[in-house]
């Protein structure tokens, strides 16, 4: 008799799962003790971009970094309830977890903020709603088609960084030398990351092996 219950749908990515699980049997020492306890090194604020995977970016393991991610990498002040679920994860990473550091990190040709650049924003969508509160965080720039992107995105992720300091999680946290708050913008032609010094300016990172090629100029 034909089975006629109803069963999930298929999916390509359920055959990515099943090389996960040879990876699960063969490293069970590892996920066991993960099983036991989380302590990521990190909480790492990024966009949804597809090609902006934080654990492959950062060369980190399950169990290393603490992730929220969202359209553009964005950050709302705390009094906005729409950084609730940012607020959220940031007492529960800070207070519970104990992460010694945190992660906002942008990315180059991040259509998110292309959008906000072109002023795509209304309050008609709810693509369109979460963009304008990309777009406040930077109004102070003035207008931001006139401004070149690699700029405007460091820009963009330093204002993201400050509403973060704004949190009084990670106010107290900083206060009490627990925590250091870092602003990055990851470049999806290098690989390379660019981090913001104290005087605000971005810096790449490079390493003795010298910079990745940059596939935008080839
Ligand atoms: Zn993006």
Redesign the pocket.
């Known amino acids: 008799m034909m089975n006629r219950l109803p069963r999930p749908p298929a999916s390509k990515l359920l055959e990515g799962n099943l090389r996960f699980q040879k990876w699960f049997r063969e490293d069970r020492e590892t996920f066991a003790r993960l099983l036991a306890k989380q302590q990521p090194r990190a909480f790492y604020i990024g ?3 597809s090609r ?1 995977v934080p654990n492959f970016i950062l060369d980190a393991a399950p169990g290393e970094v603490f992730v929220a991610r969202n ?3 964005i950050v709302p002040p705390p009094c906005d309830p729409l950084g609730m679920s940012i607020g959220a994860a940031l007492e529960f990473a800070i207070e519970s977890l104990g992460v010694p550091e945190l992660i906002v990190c ?2 180059d040709s ?4 292309a959008g906000i650049a072109e002023g795509q924003v209304s309050l008609k969508s709810n693509l369109g709603f979460w963009l304008k509160r990309g777009l406040d965080s930077v109004r102070d720039l003035g207008e931001l088609g006139s401004i070149p992107m690699r700029d405007l995105v460091e820009r963009f992720v330093a204002a993201q960084h400050r509403n973060l300091l704004q949190f009084e999680v990670v106010e107290r946290a900083i206060a009490e030398g627990r925590i250091v708050v870092h602003a990055w913008v990851y470049d999806p032609a290098t690989g390379r990351i660019r981090a913001m010094a104290a005087d605000g300016v971005f810096h790449e990172v490079i390493g003795e092996d010298g910079p990745a090629p940059d596939l935008a100029a080839e």
């Open positions: 966009c949804s971009d902006v359209v553009g990498a942008g990315h991040c259509g998110a903020l």
